[in-house]
């Protein structure tokens, strides 16, 4: 796959079969869209192109909300769309200059000159150009105009995708990180760079490694310890993952922690991936640090149970 930071370094393909969204966490109902564009390219001799904004258009229209978690950073989004064969990757930056062009302009100044699309594969409710003023009815009479074709993709399946994305970040939100896996078809992660804690978990015998997640907008789970896997220098291991205020020992702020099964490398500094498959239990007070370390023995085992199963 190739990735374009912006639309002005593309080069017009002969044969462009084109989506285009946000494809936040790229989950179940996504990938169906986007093995309609693969399909279709190689049906004409064609190539797949998906354009995609970043930063989420949300984020510059309307930059006093602060509500806005996404499941994927743009990295992870570009390594996840990467696994499932797309052959070009637009990444354009959503600006207020972007968002002003007007429908014929946004047609074919991005879609006809700069992409060369062949064919569109498209929402039933896409909206485009300045204050979404274009429509399915206005793409359908300038691919007309401009020799491309529009496929719509029907309602019911456009409700799917928007359900399938709610659906994840409310069980994210809750912890349930089994659901929101079965509705991405791959598990949520989470990347960080590992920064030098307080160390009391080497001391309880869990040494654990701090993540810091420079995104402010990712999703993170609700509170709890989970069982994940870890990525490390492009190494696999088990572990379980807190994240939480560490009321046992009156924390403040909220913390990313993982202990690493198996393992004793020197990591500050490194930026590693937490997969997450299980909720363990939810995040507790305990009345001792050595109730807080038995606490964790049972973890573990819980742990390697759910993720040897």
């Known amino acids: 796959m190739k990735t374009y930071s912006d639309i002005h370094s593309f080069s017009s393909l002969k044969n462009a079969v084109v989506t285009i969204g946000t494809f936040d966490g790229v989950h179940i109902g996504h990938q169906k869209i986007i093995s309609s564009i693969i399909e279709s390219a190689k049906a004409i001799g064609g190539e797949s192109v998906i354009l995609t904004f970043f930063p989420h258009p949300r984020m510059i229209l309307h930059p006093e909300d602060q509500k806005l978690k996404l499941i994927t950073t743009i990295d992870e989004k570009t390594k996840l769309l990467e696994k499932l064969g797309i052959d070009h990757l637009i990444i354009t930056p959503f600006t207020r200059d972007f968002s002003n062009l007007s429908p014929e302009e946004y047609v074919k100044e991005i879609l006809v000159d700069k992409i060369g699309t062949r064919k569109i594969i498209i929402g039933y409710d896409h909206r485009f150009g300045k204050n979404r003023e274009g429509g399915i009815e206005a793409l359908k009479t300038l691919g007309k105009v401009h020799g491309f074709e529009v496929e719509v993709i029907p309602e019911q399946d456009v409700q799917q995708v928007a359900v399938s994305s709610t659906k994840i970040r409310e069980a994210l939100l809750k912890g349930d990180v089994a659901t929101a896996k079965e509705f991405l078809g791959h598990p949520f992660c989470l990347h960080g760079k590992v920064i030098r804690g307080d160390q009391i978990g080497r001391t309880l015998g869990y040494p654990t490694a701090n993540l810091f997640v420079e995104e402010s907008f990712k999703l993170i789970p609700s509170d709890g310890i989970y069982a994940v896997k870890v990525e490390v220098k492009n190494n696999l291991y088990d572990g379980m993952a807190y994240i939480g205020h560490r009321p046992t020992v009156n924390g403040m702020s909220r913390n990313i922690e993982v202990n690493i099964?198996?393992?004793?490398?020197?990591?500050?500094?490194?930026?590693?991936?937490?997969?997450?498959?299980?909720?363990?239990?939810?995040?507790?007070?305990?009345?001792?640090?050595?109730?807080?370390?038995?606490?964790?023995?049972q973890d573990r085992l819980s742990t390697i149970k759910l993720l040897k199963d």
């Open 261 to 297: 099964f198996d393992f004793d490398q020197e990591i500050y500094g490194e930026t590693i991936r937490l997969d997450f498959f299980h909720f363990i239990r939810e995040d507790q007070k305990f009345n001792s640090l050595e109730e807080l370390k038995s606490q964790l023995g």
